[in-house]
């Protein structure tokens, strides 16, 4: 399984950026995915994450109302939305497949990551 993230870049607070998520191999249309991000000095934390069919999706109290994740199982991406952002969303951005269907905020339930994208909002 690869996973490819775009998308990221540097905007000012308050503007819009889309990431994405492209994956190849066998796993993708059967599993869960996930948004994870990781700023400096800090430790790797949930964003959001979509299940198998796109039916459900939870998100982290901090980008809940301005992220919105969402998957196309035919072309076998998935996309996070991300609007009105914040000086505190700048990380490094990672899409992660999971070992499940549905799947939450458990990073230890991912065992596919991709390579990060950065993603800088400045004040």
């Known amino acids: 399984v690869q996973l490819q993230a775009s998308g990221g870049g540097l905007v000012q607070a308050g503007g819009s950026l889309r990431l994405s998520c492209a994956a190849s191999g066998r796993i993708f249309s059967n599993n869960a995915m996930g948004w994870f991000r990781q700023a400096p000095g800090k430790e790797r934390e949930f964003v959001a994450a979509i299940s198998w069919n796109g039916g459900r999706q939870n998100y982290a109290d901090s980008v809940k109302g301005r992220f919105t994740i969402s998957r196309d199982n035919a072309k076998n991406t998935v996309t996070l939305q991300m609007n009105s952002l914040k000086p505190e969303d700048t990380a490094v951005y990672y899409c992660?497949?999971?070992?499940?269907?549905?799947?939450?905020?458990?990073?230890?339930?991912?065992?596919?990551w991709g390579q990060g994208t950065q993603v800088t909002v400045s004040s």
């Open positions: 992660a497949a999971a070992r499940f269907a549905v799947s939450g905020s458990e990073p230890l339930n991912y065992p596919h």
